[in-house]
């Protein structure tokens, strides 16, 4: 089946023509202090003219009600969920935030090659209500990202370590168990920062795409510092038996935290993977005891011969 590359897939996202070898990192970062401190700037409005009747009503709402209120809101952060359309929706304002700080790589038969990997894995997540979208982003930072909706990314510098398709297929199998178990859903209902896209979606506001414009913040607050250690040792887990359904040698992912972990600490290329992610020698060992020999009888490929070598 012939899927169209990366860049016609994404041609709706907002692109900031940013150059590439821009440090990604610090400009995220930037982002989320401008969210944090946008409250500090913010000078005290007028004294507000004499309000209507209606919202002199709204305005004398004794307490029980506004208790309520925030109780609904509340429920939603403990037991609601997005609804499909609100994930595509935050996912695309997440990867529109980071194809404006990074672009893609110009090459088209490598995008359409990751996105083939990628949907072949991504099948295997059982989540066939997603559309799943890939690229590789053009900078030498070693890393991958994943956005709710099915938007997954990796560098030009993790991509260029790679030897063969089974670790490709590894570490994307790892970004699409984030999307396939929410994680960064999950951790969007928990922000604090997070209450107005929550009653939002509570009350199903016709004006969404406002409230999920306010998750641009949240979005490069979840790219710079990174899901909880659990989260991302789940996503291993389960990565590898993604990768392994699949038909890929298993032992893909783990490859490429072996050749990672053997970086120096102090490489720059790495200063953000260690923000987003723990260390790949504790990933390892957690996936070694997860495993504990339950995969020693799997055998998949890894097709090296396949492989697209970046030019």
Request: hydrophobic share 40%.
């Amino acid at each position: 089946m012939n899927i169209k590359p990366m860049v016609l897939a994404l041609s709706l996202l907002a692109f900031s023509g940013a150059a590439a070898g821009v440090d990604f990192g610090k400009l995220l970062e930037e982002r989320i202090n401008q969210e944090l401190n946008k409250d500090k700037k913010t000078q005290p409005a007028p004294a507000p003219a004499p309000a209507p009747a209606a919202t002199q009503n709204a305005a004398a709402t004794p307490p029980q009600e506004k208790q309520k209120i925030d109780a609904r809101q509340l429920g939603f952060a403990l037991f609601g969920d997005y609804s499909l359309e609100e994930e595509n929706r935050i996912g695309k304002q997440i990867a529109g935030d980071l194809l404006g700080a990074v672009p893609l790589v110009r090459d088209d038969k490598l995008q359409n090659y990751v996105n083939l990997v990628g949907n072949w894995v991504a099948l295997q997540s059982g989540r066939k209500d997603v559309t799943w979208r890939f690229g590789v982003l053009d900078t030498e930072d070693i890393n991958a990202f994943a956005a709710p909706g099915g938007y997954i990314f990796v560098t030009k510098g993790l991509y260029r370590r790679l030897g063969n398709e089974a670790e490709l297929a590894g570490v994307l199998g790892h970004e699409i168990a984030h999307v396939s178990q929410k994680h960064h859903l999950k951790l969007l209902k928990q922000s604090s920062l997070i209450g107005a896209l929550g009653q939002a979606a509570g009350s199903k506001v016709k004006d969404s795409d406002q409230a999920v414009q306010n998750l641009i913040g949240n979005g490069a607050e979840i790219m710079a510092r990174g899901l909880d250690k659990n989260a991302e040792f789940e996503a291993d887990r389960i990565g590898i038996v993604y990768a392994a359904r699949a038909g890929y040698d298993p032992w893909g992912l783990p490859g490429v935290l072996q050749d990672m972990a053997a970086l120096p600490a102090k490489d720059s290329r790495t200063s953000l993977l260690y923000k987003t992610h723990p260390h790949p020698a504790d990933r390892l060992a957690a996936l070694g005891e997860a495993v504990d020999g339950r995969l020693d009888a799997v055998s998949g490929k890894d097709l090296t011969k396949r492989f697209y070598r970046i030019r």
